[in-house]
């Protein structure tokens, strides 16, 4: 990996810790809106941004409430739905149809936290995953002009390269 691919990697880990720690009120449980999972907009753009944003994820959910489940299911949904993705764009178009794929596998995969917080909480499964996913639902649509826009600018495409 270059040195730059691993430093953008590094800045987006950081960034993605640093939202979600910002407001942990927004960043765990059944009813969440996790903001830093707008990065997950970044696979779009380009493939290496997939160790980045697990990174985030793997460090953010150290300081989670439920310890060992989030780490194991929180990087879990991120690795599966960000495989599925990255297995779905290359049959799309544009960024926007790519984001918009991206927005909903991360929206269905999340009954894999509401299987968590069933499991460690005793949480209602179909309740947890529908209050889970609409709040991903909600951060990746808001996410989507927003890295447009920033895409403009800052071409995450090359970016990595």
């Known amino acids: 990996m270059k040195m730059k691919t ?3 990697n590094a800045i987006i880990a950081a960034l993605y810790v640093t939202v979600s720690l910002a407001l942990p009120m927004l960043s765990y449980g059944n009813i969440q809106f996790r903001i830093a999972e707008m ?3 970044l696979i779009v753009f380009n ?4 160790f980045g944003i697990v990174a985030g994820v793997f460090i953010t959910n150290l300081f989670s409430p439920l ?17 599925i993705v990255l297995l779905i764009i290359p049959r799309l178009k544009t960024d926007t149809q790519k984001m918009i794929a991206n927005t909903i596998v991360f929206t269905f995969t999340t009954f894999i936290i509401a299987y968590e917080l069933l ?14 996913a609409a709040g991903e639902l ?19 495409a090359k970016l990595v390269e």
């Open 6 to 8: 691993l430093t953008v």
């Open 39 to 41: 990065f997950n907009h």
């Open 47 to 50: 493939k290496r941004y997939f």
């Open 67 to 83: 310890g060992i489940y989030d780490l194991t299911f929180g990087v879990a949904h991120s690795i599966i739905s960000l495989t």
């Open 119 to 132: 499991l460690v909480l005793n949480l209602p499964f179909y309740l947890t995953w529908l209050t889970v």
């Open 138 to 156: 909600v951060v990746l649509l808001v996410g989507i002009p927003i890295f447009k826009k920033l895409n403009e600018r800052l071409d995450f």
